[in-house]
């Protein structure tokens, strides 16, 4: 009875949307949509980025202020839900904070110290440096570090000048590792967001997924509504997630033995022929190897490993067959953990097709190509092989993502050639990218670092040039092509009001950039209008109504008895079908199907480091906003009743967690829970900021990205495994 009112609360929660945690923010009696006490205001749609999701927003704006944001109840995907971090956008665009004007280092690099300069003459000071070094040592000495709908501009300037060597995080850090494994699975990836049924699925299955805390609104809702239809829920983690609280079946699995998990759930499901027959024998090639690679790996087998019980093994692979081919086993998002994660990704994808859920309702829904215009461009000068190992060294990383820890290696080692600068857009590099003091020694091997951002981030520091964007809430950007969608859509981000100081869009200082650089050929567009015109032309709509609509979408295809003709192939695979067993991989010199290897555990003393998110904030960007910091001001780290115990500190007691190689991260608070196993601790991501130019986040909570000082480099796509840090607790008196 319990469990059923908590899941009732929950679904009642999230069908009110979850931008309530700042409702404080307005005093008095709330004001209708389009004014502003007694006065109307102009309502401007547009999207976010206060994390990546992009939610619709609208913008209200009264004598060139923004005074209100809003869900926008006509987009798409997120149907007017905007969390909390959407409704605090404000606070980015007035961050006391923010990046002002362009600024030239002074001092040192890490003193922080700069002298304000003109645009003009950054822009020479720019120019004429990439010249130089393009002169001297060829164009490929120049690395570009993008993020973010945005850097498609500087991508392309970048291109243009000459160099291959471009990396974002979101590939070698995040997403990749399930990209490569479902593409070699069912020859495409997934995109982003992931195209899951989960308001159709009949089960639910989340392998450390944390649904209700990263807050991407769309899918909660979808979660939301799948659950109150009755679909079951499955949630495998280490820590009792605000997910797992609603599940039928939680595995509190042993970290880094997920692969054991799935084979066994694979050795159920052949055994018992509880497989979709239908569907494999008419799309799926692999099975007979598939059954016979599987047969030994057992529930009792597995149980040893994963420390699950068989019989909860064998009940949640049964629930598996139940249910198929409405089985929603989420992909995952952030998938680097342990250096083998292509293969546990394809072990996911093999789970999911057994079931027959590719492409099936209640599965995974397939793409649907959204139509767009663009330019035609001249070709980009011909370059020297890439230094970051993807396509060689890596061979199914994407050339076009790239792999950051392979540039910043390439940049240590100056082979095969030698990086004299980087352009970082969009991202934190000392945040996002684990080895810290590899990217720091990286930096300072450098003739030129040059930062474009909105706020003083830690790696603005050791800039030799600062150039300030404007925030998303004064610029357009590229606009989100979304085929990944059940509704395809594209929708722009338009600028709510004029940019304030003297910070300048994304796309403007390309564009400048290319000027100066001889490039204009590759921008051949007067500004954002025409720009977005073009890439609008084939859906039949104008920049009048999508600012005042916020997007266009068209009627998807997202299950394979709608595709048609055009789409091309079901399974777009060297074979055209599903490949269970991957001739890729074993020509490669990998494992065509995926094999359990043991990780290392905690030495005595200590636990293993695992992160996630909290409901208010996303990355590193929005601990220095006043709204969500008066919510969640730092974070605590959570630690067993009994490891806490063994480890001589109590809940709310000040620690260090210091490494295996020593290193110590700032003083947090101890949170004692029984919401965690006993060996491991876990801390929310994107605390801990070393930047006194954060007024609000600076020296708030810890860093775990800190103490990553050892990773596990995954050999098929070169992501880095981030959950072989262990870390023990020191009270922070004895520091």
Known sequence: MKDDLSRRLFLRGAAAGTGAAVAAQATGTPTPPGWHGAERVERIATNCEMCFWRCGVLAEVKNGRVVRLEGNPDHPLTHGRLCARGNAGIDLLYDPDRLKYPMLRTGARGEGKFRRISWDEAFSFLATRLTEIKAKYGPEAVALFPHGVASTFFHTLMRAYGTPNSAEPAFAQCRGPREVGYALTFGQGLGSPEPVDLAEAKLIVLIGSHIGENVFTSQVEAFATGLSRGAKLI???????????????????????DIALLLAWMNVLTGEKLYDAEYLDKYASGLGELTAHVKEFTPEWAET?????????????????????????????????????????????????????????????????????????PPFPATRPRIDGAGTRYPFADEDQGVTNGLIDGTLAGKPYPIHAWIVYGQNVLESIPQRQKTLAAINKLDLMVVVDVLPMEQVQYADLVLPEATYLERYDMPAIVDSAHT????PRFPAVEPLYESKPGWWIAKQMAAR??????????????????????LGTTVEALRARGAVSIPGRPY??????????????????????????????????????????????????????????????????????ALMSENEVWISPKSAQLAGVSDGDRVVLENTDHVRGSAIRVKVTKAIRNDCVYLVHGFGHKSRALGLAYGKGASDAELMTRVQVDPIMGGTGMRGTFVRLVPAGEV
């Open 560 to 629: 394979i008895e709608d595709r048609l003709p055009e789409d091309g192939p079901l399974f777009p695979t060297s074979s055209g079908k599903i490949e269970l067993y991957s001739k890729t991989l074993h020509d490669a010199g990998f494992d065509p199907l995926p094999r359990y290897t043991a990780h290392p555990a905690p030495p005595a003393g200590y636990f293993r480091l695992l992160y996630g998110r909290a409901p208010v904030h996303s990355f590193a960007r929005s601990e220095n906003n006043a709204l969500l910091d």
């Open 235 to 257: 949630v495998v983690d280490p820590r009792f997630s605000t997910a797992a609280s609603k599940a039928d079946w939680w595995l509190p699995i042993r970290p880094g033995t």
């Open 488 to 491: 395809p859509y594209l929708a």
């Open 305 to 377: 490993i994963t420390e699950i019980p068989a019989a909860q093994i064998r009940a949640t692979a049964r629930a598996i067959g139940a249910a198929k081919p409405a089985v929603a086993l989420h992909p995952g998002r952030h998938a680097t953990w342990y250096g083998d994660d292509t293969q546990r990704a394809r072990a996911m994808a093999i789970v999911t097709a057994l079931a027959g859920a590719w492409g099936r309702k209640g599965g995974i829904f397939l793409p649907t190509h959204m139509p767009h215009g663009g330019f035609k461009l």
């Open 517 to 538: 650089l001889g490039l204009e050929a590759w921008f051949p567009w007067s500004g954002p209008e025409e720009h977005l015109a073009r890439l609008i032309e084939p």
